[in-house]
């Protein structure tokens, strides 16, 4: 209630004055201009005597009470317009709401995806091998397991999901007492290996692959049937992976 009613009220006023001066000449008039929701346009037009005092008076009595119809018609038309705008503003919070808890949704199934990574150290103290079978190294010095896709008791990583995977691993062997060499096996296929011998020098052995597995596929290192891989507590020999990204 702004403007529009201060000038019906003014409108009121004026009629009532109109009323008041019957017996005078001229009388003042006022007449609507314009139709337009916000310009109502109070005019005052000095009119030529047009006979009896009530001709005069009863129009713009009418004519405030038009305007006053008029007006409540104009708000209730506001009110279904605000009632139908506020319909349209919770519809959308809902979709927001949905929107956001997708969001959320995904957000978590892709931090849970990108979480994996592990990195491990060499078995023990002192050497492995030779053995003769291809034997499944067991890394059981965790350094990191996110996601918990490494076993430290079988040596096994796990991809948890379908994607891209870089891993890489490093070996020792003391001088003078054998050959070292091994491979990075994904199920029961060899990789990529390392292979050194040296009769007065450590052997330093190391390799990395970037490899597509499927969901469930496992890689693990293996030391080659009469080969020796060795280790202490300076951590030569170790195995690491991650998922660079889901596919
Ligand atoms: C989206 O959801 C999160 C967690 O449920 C909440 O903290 C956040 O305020 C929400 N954002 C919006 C825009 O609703």
């Known amino acids: 209630m702004g403007f529009p009613s201060v000038m019906l009220l003014m409108c009121l006023v004026v009629g009532l004055s109109t009323c008041r001066a019957e017996g005078e000449d001229n009388q003042i008039q006022v007449t609507e201009t314009t139709e337009g929701e916000q310009e109502n346009h109070l005019t005052e037009t000095v009119a030529s005597d047009t006979g009896s005092p009530e001709k005069a008076c009863d129009p713009n009595i009418y004519m405030v009470l038009k305007e006053l119809g008029a007006l409540q018609e104009r708000q209730e038309a506001t009110a279904r317009a605000l009632e139908e705008t506020n319909r349209k503003l919770e519809a959308s919070e809902k979709k927001v709401d949905v929107l956001n ?50 076993s430290p008791v079988t040596g096994y990583f796990t991809a948890p999901v379908r994607g891209l995977y870089y891993f890489s691993f490093s070996s020792f062997c003391w001088a003078g007492d054998g050959t070292s060499g091994g491979s990075l096996y994904r199920n029961e296929n060899k990789v990529v290996s390392w292979y050194g011998y040296s009769k007065t020098d450590p052997i330093s052995g190391s390799n990395s692959a970037i490899l597509l597995l499927q969901a469930g596929d496992m890689v693990n290192i293996r030391l080659w049937d009469g080969r020796k891989i060795s280790d202490n507590g300076n951590k030569y020999s170790t195995f690491s992976g991650f998922l660079l990204s889901p596919m």
């Open 101 to 150: 808890s997708t969001l959320t949704e995904m957000r978590r199934t892709y931090e849970d995806q990108h979480q994996v990574a592990f990195s491990a150290a060499m078995p023990k103290e002192g050497t492995i091998g030779p053995v003769n079978v291809l034997y499944p190294l067991v890394y059981k010095h965790v350094l990191s397991n996110i996601g918990g896709h490494y």
